[in-house]
């Protein structure tokens, strides 16, 4: 599968937003499911939040809940994350990736083994 290319990141004061998008030059993700994840220095890899390739399912981990929405336009080969009320610790390299597995149970959304596809990550700092 081909590469997933990340853009929109940035420094944002706490409180800000951001909007990360997340396409995928040279080939169609429409019946991918598509997640971001994120990586802080020093830290493991985590699950951020994830679409389905409808764009009827999402599910976040509970950090982000009622702060970042995903969205996506097929017609534009093109996912959204929408980060609102940034904080600090959401700092970290944020990367999507795809998957051709159809989630039917949430913990499987976390799970980098279940993606066949990856970008190489936008930084985003959010500054206290």
């Known amino acids: 599968q081909g590469q997933l290319v990340e853009s929109g990141g940035g420094v944002v004061q706490a409180g800000g937003s951001l909007r990360l998008t997340c396409t995928a030059p040279?080939?169609?993700?429409?019946?991918?499911?598509i997640s971001w994840f994120r990586q802080a220095p020093g830290k493991e890899r985590e699950f951020v939040g994830g679409i389905s390739w409808s764009g009827r399912s999402t599910y976040y981990r509970d950090s982000v809940k009622g702060r970042f929405t995903i969205s996506r336009d097929n017609a534009k080969n093109t996912v959204f994350l929408q980060m609102n009320s940034l904080k600090p610790e959401d700092t970290a390299i944020y990367s999507c990736?795809?998957?051709?597995?159809?989630?039917?149970?949430?913990?499987?959304?976390?799970?980098?083994?279940?993606?066949?596809?990856w970008g190489q990550g936008t930084q985003v700092t959010v500054s206290s």
């Open positions: 040279g080939r169609t993700f429409s019946t991918s499911a």
């Open positions: 990736a795809a998957s051709a597995v159809l989630f039917t149970t949430n913990r499987n959304w976390g799970k980098p083994a279940l993606y066949d596809s």
